[in-house]
């Protein structure tokens, strides 16, 4: 018997999202994942604005993952407008965004630490662990970016801040303890998955799709052609009220759908064979933690930062010129893509979220699964709702 | 007490029930709470969290003592105003976290004809929806507020510090804030003694110090509407229980 | 009710102690030891002539505000507090800085975990800070001529500057008065409550009457003593000493006290002497009690 599902509010993730499943004899056929938080317009309010604030605007769409938004925003204005940067900044960008991946993905697991825990005890003490390093990452984001949430410290043309060697010395000084208490948690974290898909009875391939994967880069980001990009409208995509709900684009990569996150950033960039399935997401997502870190202390330690690190030019450009900043997110490939005119006002501004580039592979990895278990594959993708409806 | 109404003070087993649920925002004020790190987790175990999206397995609203509502709503949205009826009905009493929430914030500046739904286009937050106002009773100012205001204002809403949560109750009733308010209400006034209080809060750094005239400076394009400014001021109201003029 | 007696002026206070730092400024001495054995990781307050603040680490770099100049120390809090991270901070400044800083501390609005982060609080004693361009002006006013001013001190109920050419004057409280920043006039804290220690500089350089407020600064003192027995020397301060700084305490809040009488009549919003709130807290987040008739037509 064919029926269709639908489902809104999916908990244990961020925003306010919507599940659309047809479903036969508990299998479901088809599906759909969206959003459905109110479109803030970030794209269009930023339009007439001096382009130095989109950094500090754009970082206001996210407050999970906020200075990959600043850093994205900040490099597509720079390229743009032709401003160079600093090779430090970058690296301390780089930090940044790897500090803010590490805050995030911890904060995914203690979402999903719901799931994982039977036991009200066991949970907290697992909390209580990971928060340990959530702080040493916060820790970074406000000595370097400013603030921890919203960091103001990334600016077109560099960052604000230098990063003094006593300050650095201090920060390095912690990453060994950080480390040791990261792989704790995280061994902790795969028995417990490891029960919770033994409890459900998941297999081993649990959400598996066929699609292609998108990433820039491991760490950092590198410069992608925005040209590449189509979007789909929930209007030509859904039936019904969601065509009038949903609030999410569906944008495709080369005309086709494609899966961003840790799982294409390993693939693309580590060599590694997927096994289908979303276990490996929280897996792949906790190793790229420990990476991260490692990452962390190789730029700190063979670099200065005490100097200046912000070129100041006023950013111009011609208006038709299109700059586009990426940033690998700790969900996939964040990018900007703006135009500035003479006076550096902005004139253009898209924003392509990966969540919004996952919504296409939730839905692939819902197909052939129980209907019963499609929360699970939702929350393995750690959707970021807010992103995605900008 | 507003929210204990019909518990005993000395009731042992009384555990405050909280919500957490979020209109059109980042969830950045949400994500704050957890940024007090391993207070966070002590926080989890006094009080029972009985909703939020994030950590609670629930889809309906429960009925809550205290709902921590951030972001501002959007009138366009059906959900949001099934929501905000909803949370009327099942909150004794709502604490508006963060700008968007409090006075606006970023969502101000919004202005619609985005894609896929450009009639997306008007943001008010919860201090101004008449609906729920009776039970805004508190409103934290910041984009996002410290982890470490959160954390004093948690444990000022469980004693039931009147001193400390006096403030933030007046701060709901104000719809409008950014840091022109620094200029009109301090400045202008003659009240600035140029300490930079007003510079180390703005969390976007709109607010600078000029050490040649020694007061704040004001760049309005980096202003989200926040609060903090003001808020911070020494100036702006009654500061804290140290110092008495009587 | 305000009454003009030490308690209001000069706030409640354990002791005070006239300390004697032998050819070095008591303050300076102080901070320079706190920092050198460890007692604190950071220093928090103005250059030297009061124009810009600093943060100082370390024991040789240690400079502190010898004018009745002193703005912006709290500009720095939050790269003290978030990006250095220093947990055993010392603050210097006029009694304006710590309403400020003793706010965020109560509240945490602005500034993260600023609560566990200070060590120790000394202000010294203000009487209405200048700019550069007021003290210039001030002094061409008083003397008839340009001269800058390199420190400022109490004397037998007095306040006097040194100038910059040596020369030493007597500044008459009513032109002082017209002089200052503008909040200066309307401020009822020129003491510093709110503080550990407050500093009252004297005629010699080296030395300063300490008004010791809480127990913080009293150990503090004691453990600065501990460490360096023979740089400070310490004489309590005899009841003159006092008086005569509370009848220049008394003199200034007089004027003060004149000018928010007349804002009141004016209708302007009145600085927060017991629970009077600014215009907007006061119509706006505090319209509990408008009025609201209704209009008939």
């Known amino acids: 018997m064919k029926k269709i599902i639908k489902l809104e509010g999916i908990p244990l993730t961020e925003g306010h999202s919507g599940l659309f499943l047809e ?4 299998i479901i056929k088809r599906g759909f994942y969206y959003a459905l938080v109110p479109v803030r317009g970030f794209e269009t309010l930023l339009l007439g604005k001096d382009s130095r604030v989109a950094p500090t605007i754009t970082t206001r769409i996210c407050g999970l993952c906020q200075v990959t938004h600043a850093i994205a925003s900040a490099r597509a204005i720079e390229s743009a407008a032709g401003i160079e940067v600093p090779p430090e900044a970058e690296k301390l960008r780089e930090v940044l965004g790897l500090a803010v991946r590490i805050y995030n993905n911890l904060l995914h697991q203690i979402i999903v630490s719901e799931d994982l825990f039977p036991e009200k005890r066991e949970q907290l003490a697992f909390i209580r662990e990971v928060q340990g390093v959530r702080k040493f990452a916060g820790t970074v984001l406000e000595t370097v970016g400013g603030e921890i949430i919203h960091s103001p410290n990334v600016k077109v043309g ?16 912690e990453i060994d303890r950080v480390l040791e208490k990261l792989k704790n948690s995280f061994s902790v974290f795969r028995e417990s998955l490891e029960a919770l898909w033994k409890r459900e009875g998941l297999s081993e391939d649990f959400g598996s799709h066929s699609l292609g ?3 820039t880069d491991l760490y950092y980001g590198k410069p992608v052609s925005f040209d590449k990009f189509t979007f789909l409208l929930p209007q030509e995509l859904l039936e019904g009220e969601l065509k009038r709900r949903v609030t999410n684009l569906f944008p495709l990569f080369d005309g086709k759908p494609v899966e961003t996150g840790p799982r294409a950033r390993a693939v693309l960039f580590k060599g590694y064979t997927p096994r289908g399935g979303v276990k490996e997401l929280h897996l792949l997502r906790g190793e790229e933690n420990i990476e991260a870190l490692l990452r962390i202390r190789e730029i700190l330690e063979n670099g200065k930062f005490d100097g200046e690190l912000w070129n100041r030019k006023t950013p111009s450009s011609d208006g038709e010129t299109l700059g586009v900043g990426v940033h690998e997110a700790p969900r996939g490939t964040n990018v900007h893509a703006v135009k ?9 501004y898209k924003i392509v979220v990966p969540t919004e580039l996952n919504f296409f592979a939730v839905g692939e990895a819902l197909r052939g699964i129980s209907a019963t278990k499609a929360e699970y594959v939702v929350r393995a993708y750690d959707p970021c709702i807010v992103c995605a409806a900008h | 007490m507003f929210y204990r109404d019909k518990l005993s003070f000395e009731d042992e087993e009384f555990k405050l029930k909280v919500g957490f649920l979020h209109f059109s925002s980042c969830s950045g004020c949400q994500v704050a709470f957890f940024d007090m790190f391993e207070e966070a987790v002590e926080i989890l175990d006094t009080v029972e969290l009985v909703y939020s999206n994030m950590l609670t397995k629930r889809r309906d609203l429960p009925r809550m003592d205290v709902a921590f509502v951030e972001g501002a709503l959007c009138i366009e949205d059906p959900h949001h105003l099934h929501l905000v009826k909803e949370l009327q009905k099942k909150a004794k009493l709502i604490v508006a976290v963060g700008g968007c929430a409090s006075f606006g914030g970023v969502r101000r500046l919004s202005c619609g004809n985005q894609l896929p739904q450009p009639q997306h286009q008007s943001f008010v937050p919860i201090t101004e929806v008449d609906l729920v106002k009776p039970k805004v009773k508190y409103a934290i100012p910041g984009c996002p507020p410290n982890p470490s205001l959160l954390y004093s204002f948690l444990l000022a809403l469980l004693e039931i510090n009147e001193d400390f949560l006096l403030p933030f109750e007046l701060m709901t009733f104000s719809t409008r804030a950014s840091g022109m308010d620094i200029f009109v209400e301090v400045v202008n006034k003659g009240f600035c003694v140029g300490c930079g209080t007003c510079s180390t809060a703005c ?4 607010i600078t110090y000029n050490y040649e005239c020694s007061r704040p400076a004001f760049n309005p394009g980096l ?22 003029y009587t | 009710m305000v009454a003009l007696n030490s308690r209001f002026l000069l706030g409640k206070y354990r002791e005070a102690f006239v300390v004697d730092g032998k050819g070095e400024n008591p303050i300076k001495a102080i901070f320079t030891l706190m920092l050198k054995f460890g007692l604190i990781d950071g220093l928090l307050t103005v250059s030297k002539d009061g124009n810009s603040p600093r943060l100082i680490f370390k024991a040789e770099d240690v400079e502190i505000p010898v004018r009745n100049s002193c703005f912006g120390v709290n500009a720095l809090l939050k790269k003290a507090v978030q990006k250095y991270r220093l947990s055993r901070l010392a603050v210097f400044g006029p009694a304006c800085t710590f309403d400020g800083l003793n706010k965020t501390q109560y509240f945490g609005i602005g500034c993260n975990w600023t609560k566990t982060a200070v060590a120790l609080k000394i202000s010294f004693l203000c009487p209405g800070v200048l700019t550069d361009t007021a003290f210039l002006s001030e002094v061409v006013d008083i003397t008839g001529k ?9 004397q037998k109920g007095k306040l006097h500057y040194q100038l910059k050419t040596g020369e030493e004057i007597t500044v008459p409280p009513s032109f002082h008065h017209r002089y200052v920043n503008s909040a200066c006039r309307y401020c009822l804290n020129l003491s510093g409550k709110g503080t550990d220690l407050t500093a009252v500089y004297l005629k010699e350089r080296d030395k300063v009457l300490l008004i010791v407020r809480s127990e913080r600064g009293l150990s503090t003192l004691a453990q600065v003593q501990r460490s360096s027995p023979s740089t400070l020397y310490f004489r309590k301060a005899d009841r003159k000493e006092v008086e005569s700084l509370i009848s220049f305490l008394k003199e200034k809040v007089i004027l003060n006290i004149t000018d928010i009488i007349e804002r009141v009549e004016l209708g302007f919003p009145v600085p927060k002497w017991n629970d009077n709130k600014l215009r907007k807290f006061y119509r706006l987040w505090n319209s509990i009690d408008v009025n609201s008739e209704e209009e008939v037509f």
């Open chain 1, 23 to 26: 479903v036969e004899e508990g």
């Open chain 1, 158 to 173: 560099g960052i604000s801040e230098p990063l003094e060697e006593p300050v650095k010395e201090k920060l390095l000084l």
């Open chain 2, 223 to 244: 202003c989200v509407y926040c609060g903090s400014c003001l808020a911070a001021c020494p100036q702006s109201f009654k500061p804290y229980p140290q110092p008495t």
């Open chain 3, 146 to 154: 340009r001269a800058g001013v390199s420190r400022f001190y109490f």
């Open chain 2, 203 to 206: 969390p976007t750094r709109a």
């Open chain 1, 213 to 215: 994967y998108f990433a």
């Open chain 1, 340 to 348: 500035v005119d003479k006076t550096g006002k902005i004139v253009y």
